[in-house]
């Protein structure tokens, strides 16, 4: 054939770009096309020769696309390979593409010189091919231009699998640039590439919304993936019948009510595109609209059904969706009037094809944005059905579908990570609703590790141990104490116990209570009345607390297990773990435990006054002072505190919150429930599946899943903020920026109407300083990024400085009130002017500084609060 020797030759004499235009050139003629793009990269990567398709299209061999590519080393391997069958899912006539691929081993970039700025298609084709040296399905990579992220943490799992990505991107550069990153450790590949101009008026920047139903202006400031293009009722579409090159699938595998259609079909011919206006052949080719699926024997069987189309897509993107009409069904103009829904919602009422066309077989198309919020179920569903008129007859009609992804807020088309790698998605209350929506995981309690900790234990014990069927073989060697005599119920030998050698790194601050009395069960029968319901003070994932009382007439607060939850296991078994290693006056301490009859039952001291919250709303107790807040919050950062710092190893608490803050009888915080606590051993941080409660939950460690004690600290920073207004962290009956209320209260404080949302009750209580402080402690705890936020210690400085600020109040005469206020006045200036992002030595120096007579004497006092 000429031409083919044609090319030949040019490959022989020249490989520069000239070369490259002049074959797309050639490309765009073979298919016959009125639109000739005037960006048209093909590239067939790993190739040592060009690469011709059906389409008549030649895609650029690797050697003559190197100059488009720069990476930061120059170790880029390309691999040739053979042996590539059919798959349904990708064009079919791209199949020669997947014969060869670039292999990336380190960041690398493709160049492309944009010669008419406006839409390009971007697409992409990935096989991983077999290699002696590199297993491509292991391959974790991100795909990313200098604006959107395309692909993140993509790999490729199958060996046998195609893969074929489609992209409109809107490009107002002369340069254009991909960049293929593989992961950590990791590869990347690519086994061919396309960056073609697309027609200007493809895609407009105004569609039909929904919901709610309206207009929406901006689809140009969107990149967007191509996720479907169906081609309904009709067969499958080659890109060789496309003028851009699409390929269209046919409407099998999305029709809901495949028995209740009916595909018909008209000559091409007498498809008559109008001769002005948008649609064009370059909308869709024409077996598109020749072809539709209409309703089967709409008039004979029950009229009334709709037709169904359904997808399925991520539901955290919003969607372009294009529907394609051609009335080939009707014999008269003004017959065909139907509704069209999407998502179950309205899109269009009463459509008239003819009232749009003025004439029958003329192609119509409709748009419109789906935005996220509608997407609940994981998939587009379309529908057409009969609108309830009188006249015409009850039919309806659907030619083709387009759906297309849109690029979200962090400009990328797949999850929230933006180029940069930053998270800019959604506020993370609407995130952590649509997790916990998603897993049920309502509450606090989850498992951990659980038979793998007790089998560890098990083989870990000590030699000569006999071997012992019940609960206590793991658990006694943790509670056996210096206090041999505390075990003294038992009905288990002393002896026993006395084999049992333990090492217990120094125990921080003991309780006079000790540890490790062993309970027997009907004594805590007994203390409880049967475990009556109505002794119950609470209910958690594993199992049921009650209030007991013991012989001696001390109250204890009783935690039985359920035993045949594993997740129970877990939890008392780090619970005990944990409370057997900390004492302090701040966390709650341990009494004993039972485990006859294999039940697994805690005794604590019992905690009079109840959960922190329920003092602060939900309830009708007295509401607490400001001081009491104050020194129920600088109890309970000592308690994490000692966590974090004090014991052997760093422990992070991991579920803060003010249920978990139990005050005595004197209001003396405790800090409690330690069952999702985790040792930090390194102190640098943990990778772990994301635990806590929604509201209190740090949201960098959601996002990176790695726990440092600053989770602890952002946790806390919640608390504060709780105290301080006596509302629920999440209050999903407020309007929608008031329901966090971290978020709310930073966003109240930024503009200077933090006042407005303090507890009510005790406004006017609180001394304008000491709230200051306060607010700056919780303020720094709630810092976006953990480094940022303040360590406990730190925090609990500036709450014991709170505290004194308010206590100083007073003790100042009345008439000294006046200075005061002056003072915090100069205060607040100064914070505003001084934008005190320093480090805490800063800080705390200006703060020392500031200090007036009162403050000076006070600080004296308090500087040596970490002796514990
Ligand atoms: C392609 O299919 C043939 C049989 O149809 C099979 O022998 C061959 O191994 C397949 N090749 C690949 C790469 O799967
Ligand atoms: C691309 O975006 C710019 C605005 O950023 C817009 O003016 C232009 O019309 C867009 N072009 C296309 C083809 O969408
Ligand atoms: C590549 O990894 C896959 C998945 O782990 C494995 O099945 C396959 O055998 C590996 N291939 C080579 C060549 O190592
Ligand atoms: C739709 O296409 C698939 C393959 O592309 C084919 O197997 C199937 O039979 C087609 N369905 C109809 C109704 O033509
Ligand atoms: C309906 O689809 C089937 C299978 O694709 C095809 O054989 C038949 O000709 C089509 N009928 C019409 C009326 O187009
Ligand atoms: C068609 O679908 C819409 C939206 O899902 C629904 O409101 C309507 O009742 C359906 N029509 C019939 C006749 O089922
Ligand atoms: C979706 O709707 C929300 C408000 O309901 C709006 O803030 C957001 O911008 C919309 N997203 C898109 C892509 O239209
Ligand atoms: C959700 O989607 C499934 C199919 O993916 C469908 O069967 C189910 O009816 C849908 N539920 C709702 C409420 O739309």
């Given at each position: 054939?000429?031409g083919?020797?044609?090319?030949?030759?040019?490959?022989?004499?020249?490989?520069?770009?000239?070369?490259?235009?002049?074959?797309s050139f050639l490309s765009n003629a073979a298919s016959k096309t009125p639109f000739s793009p005037s960006v048209n990269?093909l590239?067939?990567?790993?190739?040592?020769?060009?690469?011709e398709l059906q389409d008549g299209r030649i895609f650029?061999?690797?050697?003559?696309?190197?100059?488009?590519?720069?990476?930061?080393?120059?170790?880029?391997?390309?691999?040739?390979?053979?042996?590539?069958n059919a798959s349904s899912s990708v064009p079919p006539t791209s199949l020669p593409l997947f014969?060869?691929?670039?292999?990336?081993?380190?960041?690398?970039?493709?160049?492309?010189?944009?010669?008419?700025?406006g839409r390009l298609w971007v697409r992409l084709y990935?096989?991983?091919?077999?290699?002696?040296?590199?297993?491509?399905?292991?391959?974790?990579?991100?795909?990313?231009?200098?604006?959107?992220?395309?692909?993140?943490?993509?790999?490729?799992?199958?060996?046998?699998?195609f893969v074929f990505k489609e992209y409109l991107v809107n490009?107002?550069?002369?340069?254009?640039?991909?960049?293929?990153?593989?992961?950590?450790?990791?590869?990347?590949?690519?086994?061919a590439?396309e960056v073609v101009s697309a027609p200007d008026n493809l895609i407009p920047d105004t569609v039909t919304s929904i919901?709610?139903q309206?207009h929406f202006?901006?689809i140009f400031?969107h990149a967007l993936q191509v996720c479907y293009r169906v081609n309904v009722g009709g067969p499958p579409l080659d890109s060789n019948q496309d003028m851009l090159l699409r390929s269209w699938e046919n409407d099998t595998s999305y029709n809901v009510v495949p028995q209740g259609s009916k595909n018909v079909s008209v000559s091409k011919k007498d498809i008559k595109y109008p001769e002005t206006g948008e649609v064009t052949l370059l909308i869709a080719p024409v077996s598109v609209y020749s072809s539709a699926m209409e309703m089967k024997d709409p008039q004979v069987n029950q009229p009334n059904f709709n037709l169904s189309w359904r997808m399925n897509v991520?539901?955290?993107?919003s969607y372009l969706i294009r529907l394609h009409f051609c009335d080939i069904v009707s014999q008269n103009l003004n017959q065909l009037y139907f509704n069209v829904y999407i998502n179950e919602m309205m899109g269009v009422a009463s459509l008239d094809l003819s009232s749009e066309t003025k004439a029958l077989a003329t192609p119509f198309y409709k748009d419109f944005e789906l935005?996220?919020?509608?997407i609940?179920?994981?998939s587009i569903l379309v529908q057409v059905g009969p609108a309830n008129l009188q006249q015409g007859m009850p039919n309806a009609i659907l030619n083709g579908i387009e759906v297309m992804k849109m690029?979200?807020?962090?400009?990328?088309?797949?999850?929230?990570?933006?180029?940069?790698?930053?998270?800019?998605?959604?506020?993370?209350?609407?995130?952590?609703?649509?997790?916990?929506?998603?897993?049920?995981?309502?509450?606090?309690?989850?498992?951990?590790?659980?038979?793998?900790?007790?089998?560890?234990?098990?083989?870990?014990?000590?030699?000569?141990?006999?071997?012992?069927?019940?609960?206590?073989?793991?658990?006694?060697?943790?509670?056996?104490?210096?206090?041999?005599?505390?075990?003294?119920?038992?009905?288990?030998?002393?002896?026993?116990?006395?084999?049992?050698?333990?090492?217990?790194?120094?125990?921080?601050?003991?309780?006079?209570?000790?540890?490790?009395?062993?309970?027997?069960?009907?004594?805590?029968?007994?203390?409880?009345?049967?475990?009556?319901?109505?002794?119950?003070?609470?209910?958690?994932?594993?199992?049921?607390?009650?209030?007991?009382?013991?012989?001696?007439?001390?109250?204890?607060?009783?935690?039985?297990?359920?035993?045949?939850?594993?997740?129970?296991?877990?939890?008392?078994?780090?619970?005990?773990?944990?409370?057997?290693?900390?004492?302090?006056?701040?966390?709650?301490?341990?009494?004993?435990?039972?485990?006859?009859?294999?039940?697994?039952?805690?005794?604590?001291?019992?905690?009079?006054?109840?959960?922190?919250?329920?003092?602060?709303?939900?309830?009708?107790?007295?509401?607490?002072?400001?001081?009491?807040?104050?020194?129920?919050?600088?109890?309970?950062?000592?308690?994490?505190?000692?966590?974090?710092?004090?014991?052997?190893?760093?422990?992070?608490?991991?579920?803060?919150?003010?249920?978990?803050?139990?005050?005595?009888?004197?209001?003396?915080?405790?800090?409690?429930?330690?069952?999702?606590?985790?040792?930090?051993?390194?102190?640098?941080?943990?990778?772990?599946?994301?635990?806590?409660?929604?509201?209190?939950?740090?949201?960098?460690?959601?996002?990176?899943?790695?726990?440092?004690?600053?989770?602890?600290?952002?946790?806390?920073?919640?608390?504060?903020?709780?105290?301080?207004?006596?509302?629920?962290?999440?209050?999903?009956?407020?309007?929608?920026?008031?329901?966090?209320?971290?978020?709310?209260?930073?966003?109240?404080?930024?503009?200077?109407?933090?006042?407005?949302?303090?507890?009510?009750?005790?406004?006017?209580?609180?001394?304008?300083?000491?709230?200051?402080?306060?607010?700056?402690?919780?303020?720094?705890?709630?810092?976006?990024?953990?480094?940022?936020?303040?360590?406990?210690?730190?925090?609990?400085?500036?709450?014991?400085?709170?505290?004194?600020?308010?206590?100083?109040?007073?003790?100042?005469?009345?008439?000294?009130?006046?200075?005061?206020?002056?003072?915090?006045?100069?205060?607040?200036?100064?914070?505003?002017?001084?934008?005190?992002?320093?480090?805490?030595?800063?800080?705390?120096?200006?703060?020392?500084?500031?200090?007036?007579?009162?403050?000076?004497?006070?600080?004296?006092?308090?500087?040596?609060?970490?002796?514990?």
């Amino acid at each position: 054939m000429p031409g083919e020797s044609k090319s030949a030759a040019i490959i022989q004499t020249q490989s520069s770009l000239l070369f490259y235009f002049f074959l797309s050139f050639l490309s765009n003629a073979a298919s016959k096309t009125p639109f000739s793009p005037s960006v048209n990269y093909l590239i067939d990567c790993g190739s040592s020769n060009p690469a011709e398709l059906q389409d008549g299209r030649i895609f650029r061999s690797d050697r003559d696309s190197t100059s488009l590519l720069s990476s930061d080393e120059d170790i880029q391997t390309s691999i040739d390979s053979i042996n590539v069958n059919a798959s349904s899912s990708v064009p079919p006539t791209s199949l020669p593409l997947f014969k060869s691929a670039r292999i990336f081993t380190v960041k690398s970039t493709y160049t492309f010189y944009i010669s008419k700025i406006g839409r390009l298609w971007v697409r992409l084709y990935f096989s991983p091919l077999p290699h002696p040296s590199y297993n491509l399905t292991h391959a974790v990579f991100s795909v990313q231009t200098d604006r959107l992220v395309l692909l993140r943490d993509f790999s490729v799992k199958d060996k046998t699998s195609f893969v074929f990505k489609e992209y409109l991107v809107n490009i107002s550069d002369s340069r254009f640039s991909l960049k293929f990153m593989p992961k950590k450790k990791s590869l990347a590949f690519i086994n061919a590439i396309e960056v073609v101009s697309a027609p200007d008026n493809l895609i407009p920047d105004t569609v039909t919304s929904i919901p709610p139903q309206g207009h929406f202006h901006g689809i140009f400031n969107h990149a967007l993936q191509v996720c479907y293009r169906v081609n309904v009722g009709g067969p499958p579409l080659d890109s060789n019948q496309d003028m851009l090159l699409r390929s269209w699938e046919n409407d099998t595998s999305y029709n809901v009510v495949p028995q209740g259609s009916k595909n018909v079909s008209v000559s091409k011919k007498d498809i008559k595109y109008p001769e002005t206006g948008e649609v064009t052949l370059l909308i869709a080719p024409v077996s598109v609209y020749s072809s539709a699926m209409e309703m089967k024997d709409p008039q004979v069987n029950q009229p009334n059904f709709n037709l169904s189309w359904r997808m399925n897509v991520d539901q955290s993107f919003s969607y372009l969706i294009r529907l394609h009409f051609c009335d080939i069904v009707s014999q008269n103009l003004n017959q065909l009037y139907f509704n069209v829904y999407i998502n179950e919602m309205m899109g269009v009422a009463s459509l008239d094809l003819s009232s749009e066309t003025k004439a029958l077989a003329t192609p119509f198309y409709k748009d419109f944005e789906l935005n996220s919020s509608a997407i609940t179920n994981g998939s587009i569903l379309v529908q057409v059905g009969p609108a309830n008129l009188q006249q015409g007859m009850p039919n309806a009609i659907l030619n083709g579908i387009e759906v297309m992804k849109m690029s979200n807020m962090a400009d990328s088309l797949d999850g929230f990570f933006s180029v940069d790698g930053k998270y800019r998605g959604p506020s993370s209350i609407t995130l952590f609703l649509k997790v916990a929506a998603s897993i049920g995981l309502g509450f606090s309690f989850t498992a951990m590790f659980l038979v793998a900790v007790i089998c560890f234990r098990w083989r870990r014990r000590p030699h000569g141990w006999e071997r012992r069927h019940s609960f206590s073989s793991w658990l006694l060697p943790i509670q056996s104490s210096h206090h041999g005599s505390l075990c003294s119920a038992s009905s288990k030998s002393s002896s026993r116990r006395s084999s049992i050698a333990v090492s217990r790194k120094s125990p921080g601050y003991l309780t006079s209570n000790g540890i490790g009395r062993y309970f027997a069960f009907d004594e805590l029968q007994k203390a409880t009345n049967n475990f009556d319901e109505n002794a119950m003070i609470g209910v958690g994932g594993f199992g049921k607390v009650y209030l007991g009382t013991l012989e001696d007439d001390t109250k204890v607060a009783i935690k039985r297990g359920n035993p045949s939850s594993a997740q129970g296991i877990n939890e008392f078994r780090t619970e005990i773990d944990m409370l057997s290693k900390l004492r302090h006056r701040h966390l709650v301490s341990l009494m004993g435990f039972c485990d006859e009859n294999s039940e697994m039952i805690l005794v604590y001291d019992y905690m009079s006054n109840g959960p922190f919250r329920s003092h602060l709303y939900g309830s009708n107790l007295h509401p607490l002072s400001w001081k009491q807040r104050l020194e129920i919050c600088i109890g309970s950062a000592r308690g994490l505190h000692y966590l974090h710092t004090g014991a052997a190893q760093s422990i992070i608490h991991r579920d803060v919150k003010t249920t978990n803050i139990l005050l005595d009888e004197n209001l003396v915080a405790k800090v409690a429930d330690f069952g999702l606590s985790k040792a930090n051993p390194e102190k640098s941080h943990v990778s772990t599946a994301v635990k806590g409660s929604f509201g209190y939950l740090d949201p960098q460690y959601f996002r990176s899943q790695r726990l440092t004690d600053k989770s602890d600290v952002y946790s806390f920073g919640v608390v504060l903020m709780e105290a301080l207004c006596a509302r629920p962290v999440l209050d999903t009956t407020l309007p929608r920026e008031q329901v966090n209320l971290a978020d709310w209260s930073l966003q109240q404080h930024r503009r200077g109407m933090l006042y407005k949302i303090v507890d009510p009750r005790i406004a006017d209580t609180i001394a304008p300083r000491s709230l200051n402080k306060f607010v700056e402690a919780a303020e720094k705890c709630l810092e976006d990024n953990g480094a940022d936020r303040p360590t406990m210690g730190d925090v609990l400085w500036k709450l014991e400085y709170a505290l004194r600020l308010q206590e100083a109040v007073w003790k100042i005469d009345k008439n000294e009130e006046d200075t005061t206020t002056a003072n915090s006045i100069a205060l607040q200036q100064q914070k505003q002017s001084g934008g005190e992002k320093g480090d805490q030595s800063v800080t705390r120096a200006k703060e020392e500084s500031d200090v007036t007579d009162v403050d000076s004497m006070l600080l004296s006092q308090i500087s040596h609060f970490e002796g514990r």
